[in-house]
């Protein structure tokens, strides 16, 4: 008898992803560089013949879906593997047995877990209550109602992580194929009259978002595009989005990408309208990483005011503007250093602490020694980030003071002379000029060290791609202020060779794209 096309010839996995298949067994190639389980499906028996793994040779080989108590009985079985808590326990995850002849799920959360080892690999082990409220992963668990932009989009996503970060080209090729493939579907599910799936919708944007900043390219139309579709589909959905933990998560997620655009702009009109903006601040469970957010979303305003006087040709009205945009800042400043003191009172103990540093920078003298012979160590990657999201926004805004300071000194000449004092009353107040008028750059340069002594830690093998992906914004702060230096050319020229930086348990290597000045 012929059997049916396309259908015995290739493994369940390849003839989702519409891949040749060549095969071989335990496991087809594709298959064996996933690390998944290969599966043949023979619709003529009814059956799932599910091949012996490298890592269990000895797990069941066929599951037959004629017998009706056999099937209850795997199905109830199955459940422990496919609830939220997978998370937790990947390793019996790998290990198990679909218990549909429909191997999509199964297939979506073998890749899934894999994923979870890459891009954050230590919460697995130790999951923490601050990762699971802040890291987006932790809801695509939450997320019942899929559809095809979703499903193509982890998929692209995953392979793109397990390829980068095992240096393997043929993956991240086929990666990149998905990417298409699921922007082509995003594009349609965004253009139908109704989203059906509107979770999924958020986290494909999420994931798409993500694959770009992993992608390597220097060009930020893509990125660009995910921020502002993403939100777009906030607007569209309205506040109902916050109805699920999921949606909130992702929200915030996105609200992140959209505020560390409008930095790169340096204009306001990249973040969502207000009507989101209060949804966020007000709902139940508003925490320091969303206080921080409220914060941060406040500076590429006084940002995109400070550049509009330059171009203005009103010059009579220069001085107030510069003044209330002063007084703004000053605000904010001592906004952020209590949200510096909050976050002290949450943490047991120091919120980092210096050790000897291992890495192995090319950029570092021979003669002159290290850089940074000290590197920081912090409680939790968690921690790291919000000092990191925190340093950074205090050097814009402190460059944001100085630019000002600057034009309202230049008003002297014209015999104009602003009634108004700036005073920083902080921890770094002692770096900053005699007079306390406005930030020094030695004051400035120290949390830029700050930052630069922080990245070691973050690029711990045990942090994964996650620990990579919480620097780009940060680097990418550190690094323009190093360029404004002339003096700090040794800071600059390290922090240019962290690709090629080394140390014991650590991956420098991997290929991100590099944020540009504008957007």
């Known amino acids: 008898m012929v059997g049916l096309p396309n259908r015995a010839g290739r493994c369940t996995i390849c003839r989702r992803i519409k891949a040749k298949c060549d095969l071989s067994r335990p496991a087809c190639l594709r298959c064996r560089r996933l690390g998944l389980r290969c599966e043949y499906l023979v619709i003529q028996q009814g059956q799932i013949f599910i091949n012996r793994s490298v890592t269990d040779p000895f797990v069941s080989a066929v599951d037959i879906f004629s017998n009706a108590a056999k099937t209850k009985l795997l199905v109830n079985s199955g459940l422990k593997h496919t609830a939220p808590s997978y998370i937790y326990h990947s390793e019996s995850l790998k290990h198990s047995i679909p218990t549909s002849p429909n191997p999509a799920p199964v297939h979506r959360m073998q890749l899934l877990s894999k994923f979870l080892d890459v891009y954050f690999p230590i919460a697995a082990q130790a999951p923490t209550r601050a990762s699971q409220t802040t890291c987006w992963v932790y809801a695509l668990p939450n997320i019942s109602l899929t559809n095809c932009a979703y499903n193509t989009s982890l998929e692209a996503l995953c392979v793109a992580q397990i390829g980068l970060w095992n240096h393997d080209p043929v993956l991240v090729k086929e990666s990149s194929q998905l990417y298409g493939s699921a922007l082509g579907e995003l594009r349609k599910t965004v253009g139908g009259r109704k989203l059906v799936a509107p979770e999924a919708t958020l986290a494909s944007t999420v994931i798409l978002s993500t694959y770009e900043l992993f992608s390597g390219q220097s060009s930020q139309n893509y990125s660009l595009s995910h921020v502002q579709g993403g939100s777009q589909i906030l607007q569209i959905l309205g506040p109902s989005v916050y109805e699920t933990p999921a949606g909130r998560i ?32 007000d709902h139940e469970g508003h925490g320091l990483y969303y206080h921080l957010q409220d914060l941060m979303i406040q500076l590429p305003s006084i940002m995109e005011a400070l550049d509009m006087l330059t171009t203005s040709p009103n010059k009579t009205t220069e001085v107030p503007i510069l003044i209330r945009l002063l007084h703004l800042c000053s605000s904010l400043n001592w906004q952020l250093l209590a949200w510096s003191g909050k976050l002290k009172t949450l943490v047991h103990g120091p919120l980092y602490w210096t050790v000897p540093s291992v890495a192995v920078n090319p950029a570092d003298d021979p003669v002159l020694g290290r850089m940074f012979p000290l590197a920081f160590q912090f409680p939790s990657l968690i921690i790291a980030w919000y000092l990191l999201l925190y340093w950074s926004m205090l050097i814009l805004l402190y460059r944001t003071i100085q630019d000002i300071q600057k034009r309202l000194k230049s008003q002297v000449t014209r ?34 060290n700050n930052i630069s002594q922080s990245f070691e830690y973050c690029y711990r093998t045990e942090h994964g791609t996650l620990g990579y992906q919480s620097t780009l914004f940060a680097l990418w702060v550190v690094q323009g202020f190093y360029k404004s230096q002339p003096n700090r050319a040794r800071e600059l020229a390290w922090c240019s060779e962290l690709g090629n930086t080394t140390a014991s348990n650590s991956r420098f290597d991997l290929r991100v794209m590099k944020l540009s000045g504008d957007g």
Do not use: K, M, V
């Open 250 to 281: 992702l929200c915030a997620n996105i609200r992140t990408a959209t505020i560390i655009q409008a930095f790169r702009s340096r204009r306001r009109s990249a973040l969502p309208g207000q009507e989101w903006e209060r949804c966020a601040r």
């Open 415 to 448: 015999g104009i002379t602003p009634q108004h004092s700036f005073d920083l009353q902080d921890t770094y107040r002692s770096e900053l000029d005699s007079d306390n008028s406005c930030p020094s750059d030695d004051g400035i340069a120290s949390l830029a």
